[in-house]
T-cell receptor, first 111, second 112 residues
Framework: EAQVTQNPRYLITVTGKKLTVTCSQN?????MSWYRQDPGLGLRQIYYSMNVEVTDKGDVPEGYKVSRKEKRNFPLILESPSPNQTSLYFC??????????FGSGTRLTVV | KQEVTQIPAALSVPEGENLVLNCSFT??????LQWFRQDPGKGLTSLLLIQSSQREQTSGRLNASLDKSSGRSTLYIAASQPGDSATYLCAVDPVLNNDMRFGAGTRLTVKP
């Protein structure tokens, strides 16, 4: 089944403790992206990647890092999480003629 | 920069009604437009994708239309059911880059 898999689904962590949210797709898509979704603010893009070793900032990149060492994986790294990064995070991949496929989301709480 | 607007922000209808959700965008140079459904706290499920060369797409009770020149798309839901209750988002993929832009969504409630 074609899908984007994110892990974990839920995460509670403390301020300053580094964490990684993994994202993997099995569709051989070149383009991958991370979004955060907050009430009243909608979906905002954090980072995106056009291909392996090619990443770029989205609208809200501060406090986040990404890497794209292989086509299928696009992890999101929070080096020093803060409470304002509490949010619902989505990874997505895209084949341009077929649109976006989203992961199930990761609900992150930073206390 | 492309801006995507969805009206109304929320809609409540009785079961069985036909309804229309609206999406407008400011730049007509789009590659495609995609409609999604999102249940509370869940991921986005793709409903319909309309290529820029197409005028409409249909899937079951759903029909999406696209008028590029006027910067509008509509999602028509026929014979609504309580299970259709969700937030519906539209997203526009511009021609010149991969910066897909999302609307804020329409929260639909279908009452039994």
């Amino acid at each position: 089944e074609a899908q984007v898999t994110q892990n974990p689904r839920y995460l509670i962590t403390v301020t300053g403790k580094k964490l990684t949210v993994t994202c993997s797709q099995n569709m051989n898509h070149e383009y991958m992206s991370w979004y955060r979704q907050d009430p009243g603010l909608g979906l905002r893009q954090i980072y995106y990647s056009m291909n392996v070793e090619v990443t770029d900032k989205g609208d809200v990149p501060e406090g986040y890092k990404v890497s794209r060492k292989e086509k299928r994986n696009f992890p999101l790294i929070l080096e020093s999480p803060s409470p304002n990064q509490t949010s619902l995070y989505f990874c997505a991949s895209k084949e341009r003629d077929y649109g976006y496929t989203f992961g199930s989301g990761t609900r992150l709480t930073v206390v | 920069k492309q801006e995507v607007t969805q009206i109304p922000a929320a809609l409540s209808v009785p079961e069985g009604e036909n309804l229309v959700l609206n999406c407008s965008f400011t730049d007509s140079a789009i590659y495609n437009l995609q409609w999604f459904r999102q249940d509370p706290g869940k991921g986005l499920t793709s409903l319909l994708l309309i290529q820029s060369s197409q005028r409409e797409q249909t899937s079951g009770r759903l029909n999406a239309s696209l008028d590029k020149s006027s910067g509008r798309s509509t999602l028509y839901i026929a014979a609504s059911q309580p299970g259709d209750s969700a937030t519906y988002l539209c997203a526009v993929d511009p021609v010149l880059n991969n910066d897909m832009r999302f609307g804020a969504g329409t929260r639909l409630t279908v009452k039994p």
